[in-house]
């Protein structure tokens, strides 16, 4: 993992470093739980009962699928519970819940069982998206953008390295021994987030005051959507072109190489994010967090339109690394700005929400992808993407513009009754 040391955070005091050091941890494993059952889901669905090859591909994307699913509903809740009962407690429930899910998966009988596993997993889970919510809060803001960064990055090598190990492991020990043994991994996270996750004192709410979400307390709302809009395109740029990947590389590459530059071509763009997640993190810190949204998602739209007329499968994988590079400074900057505009009492809620907006971004991404690229043409996915990566770039220019000259006006506000 692509995860540095910041010397003038070793001077800060306080115990969000260790925090950070615990959910870096923790998201790591968890995603990686999550993940590595990619490689083999199509063995587990045949040995679970299923014979026919497409049922075997139809109830394989099922069960992956169904643990994003549940997760995406449930990111709001968990963070409204977090808000109000605490951070700590709502990533010991879900380490805990995914350690037993995990564990239950590699138990199940048939089909059905596998696939409402799933679901349970992604309705116990939710370590990672409750780890940006604790960082996020618990970090001072001048290095949140560095931290979360740091944390990105560590979610990020869990995607990539969970296929890794869902391609070894199972031939070394087993299939069902491969969930047990990951479910003890995350046991060792849960036992991490409750013994040295601390967590600061929230200031306590009256009993009578609700706030339906915390909607009404956000004072200014523009920011907030932008950023689940920001969320939405990352994901949607990122997937969109997961359906016609293997085709178009095909027309690229000699056919006994197309799944070999393929995967490739899907791990490059993460790979770049994982190494420039948290420097673009604390650049944001430093220059200002929309400055490097602006410039990421610019950078990501002039990326795109090349990508269309590659002619080899070389210039395909530099390019989606490239982009990952761009792409990389988003995450943490988008839960910064969050952070900074919303009060310390939602920023659970307003941070699952965004979540949320990521998730749906990997269901409507590929669903987009394969429509336009079966429909239109597949250089039309990446000349659509661009257009929609150039407009997130244009409406967050605005909204930062319109924010900026509202901080303004309440500075200017306020300045005269300083001086009686």
């Not at 021994?177 to 200031?203: M, N």
Request: charged share 10%.
């Amino acid at each position: 993992m692509n995860i540095e040391i910041d010397r003038e955070a070793l001077l800060d005091i306080g115990p969000w470093r260790r925090n950070l050091i615990v959910c870096v941890f923790g998201s790591f494993t968890t995603i990686v739980g999550m993940t590595l059952l990619l490689p083999f889901l199509p063995l587990y669905v045949e040995q679970l009962g299923v014979t026919d090859h497409a049922a075997i591909v139809q109830w394989s994307g099922i069960a992956y699928g169904a643990t994003f699913f549940s997760a995406a509903l449930t990111a709001p809740l968990w963070g409204r519970l977090a808000d109000r009962y605490g951070r700590k407690l709502m990533l010991i429930r879900a380490s805990l819940g995914m350690a037993l899910a995990m564990s239950l998966i590699g138990m199940a009988h048939n089909v059905y069982e596998l696939v409402g596993l799933r679901l349970l997993t992604g309705l116990l889970g939710g370590y990672a998206s409750g780890s940006t919510v604790l960082v996020a809060a618990q970090t001072p803001k001048a290095r949140s953008g560095w931290a979360i960064g740091v944390l990105s990055a560590g979610i990020m090598a869990g995607s990539l390295v969970g296929p890794l190990i869902g391609g070894v492991l199972p031939g070394l020990i087993g299939i069902r021994a491969t969930f047990f043994l990951i479910g003890g991994v995350i046991f060792i996270t849960f036992l991490g987030t409750t013994f040295l996750i601390r967590e600061e004192a929230r200031p306590k709410t009256s009993k009578g005051s609700k706030t339906r979400g915390g909607w009404s307390l956000v004072p200014d709302k523009r920011p907030v959507i932008a950023m689940w809009g920001t969320g939405l395109l990352l994901m949607v740029a990122n997937m969109s072109i997961e359906p016609i990947i293997t085709v178009y590389v095909a027309q690229l590459v000699e056919a006994p190489q197309v799944t070999f530059v393929a995967g490739l071509v899907m791990s490059a763009a993460a790979f770049g994010s994982l190494l420039s997640s948290s420097h673009l993190g604390k650049l944001a810190d430093r220059i200002g967090h929309w400055r490097i949204i602006n410039v990421c998602l610019a950078a990501s739209a002039l990326l795109l339109i090349p990508q269309a007329f590659v002619v080899s499968g070389w210039q395909l994988i530099l390019l989606r690394f490239l982009m990952g590079l761009a792409l990389g400074g988003l995450l943490p900057c988008i839960a910064s700005v969050i952070r900074h505009n919303v009060p310390d009492a939602v920023t659970g809620s307003m941070l699952g929400y965004s979540i949320s907006a990521q998730y749906a971004g990997q269901v409507i991404g590929p669903l987009a992808g394969g429509f336009i690229g079966g429909h239109i043409g597949m250089r039309a996915v990446f000349l659509g993407t661009s257009v929609f990566m150039a407009c997130g770039a244009i409406g967050n220019f605005v909204v930062e513009r319109k924010n900026q000259d509202a901080d303004s006006l309440r500075r200017s506000a306020l300045a005269p009754s300083k001086t009686t």
